[in-house]
């Protein structure tokens, strides 16, 4: 089967939104390149060794690629990616200088091809993310997060995934109710369940991002503790389950314009004293972010940032009901 292939150059600051408004396009994976940088910190731990760029991709912009069926009106998606992309201002984002291309490449190019690229990657001191098909032998104390992320979803290593993972290392002591918000692969329900929690509820608005949570958890074992529906959090609350109102932490690793929108149901998901952790904020959406959340009734615990990317730890009050 052949597909449509779309490629966009655009500024890393914007690498949420353009990714967000591709698979809102309908594409059925995206990957992201980013420019080479000889001042970013690079991962040596597994050895590897940075003699040269790796890439000529412009510094400060990324590149994606994105892949649409064959029937898909290529024209069509190109002209209203086209119109999202210089509306990005308005929502204080620049995609810059973007270029727009397209092409055609066979599925088995795109589906496996990147797989090589992707290593085990330790993202805490306890906590390593390892791709099911490489070998690795662990540590005694190591906690292995395997995981197959499939054709539409990343390897969980972008630094918005990694700090809600520091986040829930941090955070969780054992037993916890835990909600993950907008769960994509799955990533940050199996990291909780694997650190300690009790039991996670992990939702999602798009049905692949379901399936691909679904068999990730499977793929570490995790299928009796962790659920998966396709729903949001409004969702859950009309639901008025055990999990509705009992929740010890919600994580959420999302855009920071959808993050504001749901700030009153998390506090009510969430017991007296519980957290909100929530991640996906460039760093331009900080100060927004964190008034929105004090705003809203929460205590603000800490601030972690990675490269430009910003996750806020919030506390409900304990005398809140």
């Not at 690079?42 to 991709?57: A, C, M, S």
């Not at 590149?63 to 990005?88: H, P, V, W």
């Not at 993310?129 to 539409?152: F, L, N």
């Amino acid at each position: 089967m052949r597909w449509h292939e779309l490629t966009v150059l655009a500024t890393e600051s914007s690498q949420e939104m353009v990714t967000h408004y591709l698979t809102e396009l309908g594409a059925a994976g995206v990957s992201v390149e980013e420019g080479w940088d000889e001042d970013k910190p690079r991962d040596t731990t597994f050895g590897e060794l940075y003699d040269g760029p790796l890439n000529q991709i412009r510094k400060g912009y990324a590149e994606f690629k994105a892949y649409f069926s064959e029937e898909t009106d290529l024209s069509l998606i190109t002209s209203q990616l086209e119109e999202l992309l210089r509306g990005l201002p308005e929502y204080g984002y620049d995609a810059g200088e973007f270029v727009i291309s397209t092409g055609d490449v066979h599925e088995d190019d795109w589906a496996h091809a990147w797989k090589k690229y992707f290593k085990p990657v330790a993202v805490t001191p306890r906590l390593t993310i390892k791709p099911t098909w490489e070998e690795y032998s662990p540590r005694e104390d190591e906690v292995i997060i395997e995981i197959d992320p499939g054709m539409a979803f990343g390897t969980g290593t972008h630094p918005t995934t990694t700090l809600c993972l520091v986040a829930l290392d941090q955070a969780i002591r054992g037993g916890e109710q835990i909600i993950d918000v907008g769960t994509g692969s799955g990533i940050l329900a199996i990291g909780a369940m694997k650190l300690g929690a009790e039991h996670v509820l992990a939702v999602d608005l798009d049905p692949v991002a379901v399936a691909s949570a679904q068999d990730n958890i499977r793929l570490n074992g995790l299928e009796e503790r962790v659920e998966v529906r396709t729903s949001d959090l409004l969702g859950v609350l009309n639901a008025n389950d055990r999990a509705a109102a009992n929740a010890d932490i919600v994580v959420a690793n999302i855009l920071a314009e959808i993050i504001m929108l749901f700030l009153d149901d998390v506090m009510e998901v969430l017991k007296p004293g519980g957290l909100y952790i929530c991640s996906g904020i460039y760093k331009n959406k900080e100060q927004l972010v964190e008034s929105g959340l004090q705003a809203a009734g929460f205590e603000l615990v800490e601030t972690l940032k990675q490269e430009d990317w910003v996750a806020f730890v919030a506390r409900k009050p304990e005398g809140d009901a």
